[in-house]
């Protein structure tokens, strides 16, 4: 599957590990514990601050420029200008398991960061004048004059800004849910 994924198996601390021991029905608590990875997956994208409690680095200058001109939705929504990420994060689980991750193949990009490099090239570019500045139009367009333009090589950066994960509040809300689990067990 490509994408990322973060998966929380029983082994996880002692704690949760002897309440999935404990129940009856394992898959439930995995359920309830996939659900809150969830959760938390996706308040991860409404304050931008990953799982060990750094923010995301902000979007770079260029990326906020060509935002505005298209008039995206702002630039202050880092990884949700179109919310497909955000939309795409699912959970799995299983007796043993509990799985949070997405099949997008740009998800390890985002989670890990990257280095993108651009081998060096040539080619046409259409210029016009437009109020005394040249501009990039497109080809054939009246007036333009085509230019023979060498792009050398060079590196796109795109930071790391993980989203999967959990920390210790995540640990801490899945035990208090194992807990109630636990109590509601013994009750029937």
Avoid: C
């Avoid at 799985?99 to 989670?111: C, R, S, Y």
């Avoid at 040249?134 to 795109?158: D, L, N, Q």
């Avoid at 208090?176 to 009750?187: N, V």
């Amino acid at each position: 599957m490509t994408g990322s994924k973060i998966t929380l198996r029983d082994t996880a601390s002692a704690v949760l590990s002897k309440m999935v021991i404990a129940v009856r029905h394992p898959g439930e608590l995995m359920s309830t514990f996939a659900g809150l990875l969830l959760a938390s997956t996706q308040r991860r994208f409404e304050t931008q601050i990953g799982p060990d409690g750094l923010a995301w680095k902000p979007l770079s200058k260029r990326t906020v420029n060509s935002r505005i001109g298209r008039r995206k939705r702002g630039t202050s929504n880092i990884l949700r200008v179109t919310t497909r990420l955000y939309q795409s994060v699912t959970t799995a689980f299983d007796t043993t398991s509990a799985e949070v991750g997405t099949n997008l193949e740009t998800a390890a990009v985002h989670q890990f960061g990257a280095e993108i490099p651009h081998f060096a090239r040539s080619q046409k570019m259409s210029l016009k004048k437009i109020r005394s500045r040249y501009r990039f139009v497109k080809h054939g367009t009246k007036g333009a004059v085509e230019k023979r333009v060498t792009i050398g090589e060079h590196t796109t950066r795109i930071p790391a800004r993980p989203y999967l994960g959990f920390n210790d509040q995540d640990i801490a809300a899945m035990i208090a849910a194992g807990q109630d689990f636990l109590k509601q067990e013994m009750g029937r």
